[in-house]
Every structure is written in C-alpha cells, then in structure tokens.
C-alpha cells in the first residue's frame, strides 16, 4: 500500500517562501515520476510541476522562475520550494506519484498568502 504524506504549508505573506515536502512509504522501488498540482476555491485541480526518475522538471507557466522541484530518491520524497509567493498561489497542494503506471496523491496541504 502506498501513501503520501505531506507536510510544510502555512500562511506566509506575499513574497514570502514556503517548502513543501512529501514522502511515500510503503514497499516503493524506483518511483516514476513524482510532483504536484494544486486546487484553489472554486477551481479545477491545476498541474503545477512534474519531476522525471531522471530529474528533468517542469513548470506550469505561472510558477517558472519561483517554484523549484526536487526529489530525494533515497528518501522517497519531493521538495516544493516556493518563493516569491503571490495571493494567487494560495490553494490546497496536492502531491503526485506515479508508480508502476499508476497514480498515487497526497491528502493535500493549504497554502495561503496574504497580501
């Protein structure tokens, strides 16, 4: 049985940073890709970044040059570094795995920032 646990979201004010992390336990080898969307009030689930097994990373366009993604292979785990934040960031994060072709998600973290 896989899980994602995520921790670090908050309240932050504008252009302030937060760090995102999720871990997945269970008995994992070799996870796919892993990343995040994000939902905010009213919205649909937007994609926000992917990271590859090979570490090759992409951004939707409203976070290129803010958000950096990364991965801890050896941990199992997936880092959001979040800068400059902006009101419109606000939103539940949701991590992502996929893992032997299927998809596995987080409970999901609320990220809010004041203006």
């Known amino acids: 049985q896989v899980q994602l646990k995520e921790s670090g979201g908050g309240l932050v004010q504008a252009g302030g940073s937060l760090r995102l992390s999720c871990a997945a336990s269970?008995?994992?080898?070799?996870?796919?890709?892993m990343g995040w969307y994000r939902q905010a009030p009213g919205n649909q689930r937007e994609w926000v970044t992917t990271?590859?097994?090979?570490?090759?990373?992409s951004y939707v366009d409203s976070v290129k040059g803010r958000f950096t993604i990364s991965r801890d292979n050896a941990k199992n785990t997936v880092y959001l570094q979040m800068n400059s934040l902006k009101p419109e960031d606000t939103a539940v994060y949701y991590c992502?795995?996929?893992?032997?072709?299927?998809?596995?998600w987080g409970q999901g973290t609320q990220v809010t920032v004041s203006s």
């Open positions: 992502y795995i996929r893992y032997r072709g299927l998809p596995y």
């Open positions: 269970g008995s994992i080898f070799s996870i796919n890709d």
């Open positions: 990271i590859t097994s090979g570490g090759g990373t």
